[in-house]
């Protein structure tokens, strides 16, 4: 099995500061396949990040997604106010199927 | 547009069967694969299952074979997931989503999401 692992596991920053969530996973993901994910409180997750760096549909420029391997990361040039929530990254490959890491809470300092 | 609409909250007993709808429009049903995945109260997403809308094939999460089955109902765009032998910690918000694909690549990402199914398992 595939374990995701995501640091920091909170992140506090202002609106304006730049934001980096990093996603390890425990062995290589196959062909890149790894998704980032925003969640806000009471809402379903909503795509970002596809195929690693590739941009969801809607989804502003401020969001970048870079990696390969084990190591992927999600960056957030200019945090605005609705960019708070958690944030999951997630692979397919292996048994299970697809997995998710834990979360990373984006809060306003 | 993409809609994925989910059947009502379910309380229900130890040891109960609870089948979670989720009815999708605004796209071609069989071209798509749906998954079920969950999040118990203030956790994480955890991947269960998903089904090939156009054969009917299913994939599980080893942590939930035997226990899970999805199906589906192209006449009505509709698939099903069924959890038996619940326990207290199946407690949790159950979504359907959408993988994202285009005619010749499956990116294995989640694009749309039903608005999700709290199941609530209490004595």
């Known amino acids: 099995e595939i374990v995701l692992t995501q640091s920091p596991g909170t992140l506090s920053l202002s609106p304006g500061e730049g934001a980096t969530l990093s996603c390890r996973a425990s062995?290589?993901?196959?062909?890149?396949?790894l998704a980032w994910y925003q969640q806000k409180l009471g809402q379903a997750p909503r795509l970002l990040i596809y195929?690693?760096?590739t941009r969801a549909s809607g989804i502003p420029d401020r969001f970048s997604g870079s990696g390969s391997g084990t190591d992927f990361s999600l960056t957030i040039s200019r945090l605005e106010p609705e960019d708070f929530g958690v944030y999951y990254c997630?692979?397919?490959?292996?048994?299970?199927?697809?997995?998710f890491g834990q979360g990373t809470r984006l809060e306003i300092k | 547009q993409v809609r994925l609409v989910q059947s009502g909250a379910e309380v229900k007993t130890p040891g109960a069967s609870v089948k979670v709808s989720c009815k999708a429009s605004?796209?071609?049903?069989?071209?798509?694969?749906l998954h079920w995945v969950r999040q118990a109260p203030g956790q994480g997403l955890e991947w269960m299952a998903l089904?090939?809308?156009?054969?009917?094939?299913?994939d599980y999460a080893p942590s939930f074979q035997g226990r899970v089955t999805t199906t589906r109902d192209t006449a009505i765009s509709t698939a099903y997931m069924d959890l038996s032998s619940l326990r207290s910690d199946d407690t949790a918000v159950y979504y359907c989503?959408?993988?994202?694909?285009?005619?010749?690549?499956?990116?294995?990402?989640?694009?749309?999401w039903g608005q999700g199914t709290l199941v609530t398992v209490s004595s």
């Open positions: 989503a959408r993988e994202y694909s285009t005619s010749t690549t499956w990116y294995k990402a989640f694009d749309f």
């Open positions: 605004g796209y071609t049903f069989t071209g798509y694969y």
């Open positions: 089904i090939n809308t156009n054969d009917g094939s299913t």
């Open positions: 062995q290589s993901v196959t062909g890149n396949y």
């Open positions: 195929g690693a760096s």
């Open positions: 997630q692979q397919r490959g292996g048994s299970p199927t697809y997995t």
